[in-house]
């Protein structure tokens, strides 16, 4: 939490430091860390003005709980994700140092499932289902960095058909 808190200290005084102009670099590759569910990398690449494909590998299950029900049983640790996202983005400000997107994608998760058959041990669960995110981008004036903040949901369609997850995160990446 305390990480959180300093992450969103640093992304408000970033903010209000900077000029009211900027040059945004969306036209790149940015590489950077996401907070959340899911936490882990982030890897963005944009095509042109207006579209984007953005890439999280990390854990999965700790914001939220990890003695969580699922199916007949319970999830009771952090797995491992990979989220992907074909992103739709344009800009909310005439210097372009605000954007705005959207995308829908796809996520692959592994977890630690316990299930009442197995008393108390637990099996691999490899779930896969669909993600849709939104979210706000913030690009400091003549800096190679940026600032997002989403929100989303993750619906599972195997293993637990309409298992429902929502997924948010704050960030930093590094565009180049």
């Known amino acids: 939490m305390r990480k959180l808190l300093l992450l969103s200290t640093f992304v408000l005084v970033g903010w209000l430091a900077t000029p009211n102009t900027a040059n945004a670099q969306y036209n790149n590759w940015s590489v950077g860390f996401r907070i959340g569910e899911p936490s882990g990398v982030n890897v963005r690449k944009y095509f042109g003005d207006s579209h984007a494909f953005d890439l999280n590998i990390g854990t999965y299950g700790g914001l939220y709980g990890t003695n969580r029900s699922y199916r007949n049983g319970i999830y009771k640790s952090v797995g491992?994700?990979?989220?992907?996202?074909?992103?739709?983005?344009?800009?909310?400000?005439?210097?372009?140092?605000?954007?705005?997107?959207?995308?829908?994608?796809?996520?692959?998760?592994?977890?630690?499932?316990?299930?009442?058959?197995?008393?108390?041990?637990?099996?691999?669960?490899?779930?896969?289902?669909?993600?849709?995110?939104?979210?706000?981008?913030?690009?400091?004036?003549?800096?190679?960095?940026?600032?997002?903040?989403?929100?989303?949901?993750?619906?599972?369609?195997?293993?637990?058909?309409?298992?429902?997850?929502?997924?948010?995160?704050?960030?930093?990446?590094?565009?180049?």
Do not use: C, D
């Not at 992907?84 to 977890?111: C, D, P, V």
């Not at 630690?112 to 197995?118: A, D, G, I, S, V």
């Open 80 to 176: 491992l994700t990979i989220q992907g996202h074909f992103l739709w983005h344009t800009a909310l400000t005439k210097s372009e140092s605000m954007r705005a997107y959207y995308g829908f994608g796809g996520q692959i998760n592994n977890r630690r499932y316990y299930p009442p058959r197995l008393n108390g041990e637990y099996e691999n669960a490899l779930s896969l289902g669909g993600s849709g995110i939104a979210g706000l981008e913030f690009f400091p004036a003549s800096k190679p960095y940026s600032f997002f903040l989403e929100t989303g949901a993750y619906v599972e369609l195997l293993q637990a058909p309409f298992f429902l997850n929502l997924n948010t995160g704050l960030g930093l990446r590094y565009n180049f």
